[in-house]
Structures are given as C-alpha cells and as structure tokens.
C-alpha cells in the first residue's frame, strides 16, 4: 500500500520555466490538497479538492493551477516559476480526516 | 475550521511525559480534535483525534476538557525521536473543506 506517492522529490528550475508537481494516492479519498512550507515555517494551504472534477483555493493559490480529473491524482502546475515559489511542497489525501501527507517535493527557483 | 492556539515551542526531558496543550475556544459541538506531526523534513503524521471523550493509542493520549474548549497531547515517555513539531487542528466536521494548519508547536525531548 503506497499511500501518497509524490514526484519528483527534488528539483531545481531557472525563473520563468514552468513544470507539474505529481501527486497520487491509492486510499479512494475524495480529499486531497497541496501545501508548501518555507524554512522554519508552518503549512501553508495552496489549493485543495473535495472530489474528481472539484477543486478550490486555499490560502496562497497566485502562481499555482490544479486539476482533478480523477480520485488518484492531482497534480501541481507552476506557470511561471518564481523564486518566491523555492519551498517544500507536500501533498495529502484523507477522507477529508486524518490527512496522510507525501514525502514531499523539494523544489529551488533560480 | 475553529482557530487553535499553540504555544511555539517546549522542552521536555527524554524520559518524561511531554504535554502539549492546545486551545480551541470556538469549538462546536460535532468538531473533532485532530493532532499530527512533523518531524524535521518529513511529511506530517497523523497522531489521535477526538470529541469529548479522553482517547489514547499507541502513539500518545489526548486529553479533551470538559467544555472542550481546550485539549492536551500526552506523549507518556519522550524520547529524542519524539523531537519535532505539533499541531492542533479542528477541523469542520459537516463539511468537505480547506484544512488549515497553525505554527504548531516545536517539541525539543532534551537528553
């Protein structure tokens, strides 16, 4: 059983490139949402969505899109990286409640 | 989700019962208390949660007042690998919606 499975767990983009963050879970929830976490800071919520076909917005959404077209996935786009957006990103899926959260993605803007 | 407050960081000697206080004063009557982790660099972990009655597992114990206004995370013997950071969260329970995370509270299990 693999839970939540985020890809790629380490990457470094040039300011201005664009690339998906990967994220999937095989537990059937219909909740699932994407955090960032900057150095020595807390969990900050970016988007979220409460099933296939249904996502909205969280605390710091500007410069990130997503979608859900099914259960197991949902991916992370950067449109424009900024180095604002160097962080740590996490992933989660619960059923909304407990939340299982991925390994995260490491992510560096120069 | 009803606002938590946490102090910003503890120590606790490895060893000891290290207890993690939280309060969520605008608690509504059907919100559980849900409580997870982060050890440095990690994903956060799910810990307990609760409604009114006192829970325990095999990771800690909660402690829910009587007004459940406030809760207490018990953690019975510390160790060095229980360093890392708390969170209460209360999230809203009849609906699917955004779950917010606070500061937390970073735990330092001292030798």
């Known amino acids: 059983n693999a839970g939540v499975t985020q890809t790629p767990k380490f990457q470094v983009l040039k300011t201005g490139q664009s690339m998906t963050l990967q994220c999937a879970q095989d537990?059937?929830?219909?909740?699932m949402s994407w955090y960032r976490q900057d150095p020595g800071m807390g969990l900050r919520l970016i988007h979220y969505?409460?099933?296939?076909?249904?996502?909205d917005q969280g605390e710091v959404p500007n410069g990130y899109n997503v979608s859900r077209s099914t259960t197991e996935d949902f991916p992370l786009r950067l449109l424009s990286a900024a180095p604002s957006q160097t962080s740590v990103y996490f992933c989660?899926?619960?059923?909304?409640?407990?939340?299982?959260f991925g390994d995260g993605t490491r992510l560096s803007i120069l | 989700d009803a606002k938590t407050t946490q102090p910003p960081s503890m120590d606790c000697a490895e060893g000891r019962a290290a207890n993690l206080p939280c309060n969520h004063s605008?608690?509504?009557?059907?919100?559980?208390v849900y409580w997870y982790r982060q050890i440095h660099s990690q994903g956060p972990q799910y810990i307990i949660h609760?409604?009114?009655n006192n829970e325990t597992n095999e990771m800690a114990s909660l402690i829910i007042t009587e007004d459940r206004k406030s809760s207490t995370l018990i953690l019975p013997h510390a160790t060095l690998r229980d360093t890392a950071v708390y969170y209460c969260?209360?999230?809203?329970?009849?609906?699917?919606?955004?779950?917010?995370f606070g500061p937390g509270t970073s735990l330092s299990v001292i030798p």
């Open positions: 989660a899926s619960g059923g909304p409640q407990p939340q299982h």
């Open positions: 537990m059937n929830h219909e909740y």
């Open positions: 969505s409460v099933g296939a076909g249904i996502t």
């Open positions: 605008t608690i509504s009557g059907n919100e559980y």
């Open positions: 609760g409604l009114k």
């Open positions: 969260i209360v999230p809203r329970k009849t609906s699917y919606d955004k779950v917010i």
